[in-house]
């Protein structure tokens, strides 16, 4: 190998190391998942509700309920995990904006644990995660209204 070889592997080799090195963002990842999936977030998307079954069924049950005004809302999108065998899904099946991730590639990728909200920020990056869970769902819920009525 002569001098310029050397160094341009040299050179390759270091920027390799650097991008692969880079831990990938909880946005990067949801994003990933989506584009996998073939989920398109539209552009006016500022919520996207994962309505699930795993996790506390009670608490899965109650934020179903809830969701459910939102499904027609153009700022929220939906993706419903699961076989809808623990909750309602027949409100899910004729909205415009709500994905179905039968096989919860969601949850196994990691990306979140159970029901719950990703709030987008304008450069469609996650601005705010909210789990949904037994200890504090009601101020969930409040927040959640809150947020959305903005």
Same mark, same amino acid.
């Given at each position: 190998m002569n001098l310029l070889s050397k160094y341009t592997f040299l050179i390759s080799l270091i920027l390799v190391f650097l991008t692969s090195c880079q831990e990938q963002t909880e946005s990067d990842k949801f994003f990933?998942? #989506?584009? %996998?999936? =073939? &989920?398109? +977030?539209?552009? %006016? #998307?500022?919520?996207?509700? &994962?309505?699930? =079954? *795993?996790?506390?069924?009670?608490?899965?049950q109650t934020f179903c309920n809830f969701s459910q005004a939102y499904l027609n809302q153009k700022s929220v999108q939906c993706i419903f995990t699961g076989n809808g065998g623990m909750l309602d899904i027949r409100p899910f099946l004729s909205a415009q =904006?709500?994905?179905?991730?039968? /096989?919860? *590639? &969601?949850?196994? /990728?990691? *990306? +979140?644990?159970?029901?719950?909200?990703?709030?987008?920020?304008?450069?469609?990056? *996650?601005? #705010?995660? &909210?789990?949904i869970e037994a200890k504090d769902i009601q101020q969930s819920l409040e927040y959640l209204k809150e947020r959305l009525s903005k």
């Open positions: 990933d998942y #989506t584009s %996998e999936q =073939n &989920i398109e +977030i539209k552009p %006016e #998307t500022q919520a996207v509700f &994962i309505v699930s =079954n *795993i996790g506390c069924s009670s608490c899965n =904006n709500v994905s179905f991730d039968k /096989k919860q *590639i &969601i949850h196994k /990728k990691g *990306i +979140i644990k159970s029901s719950g909200v990703f709030f987008l920020d304008k450069d469609k990056k *996650i601005d #705010t995660l &909210i789990n």
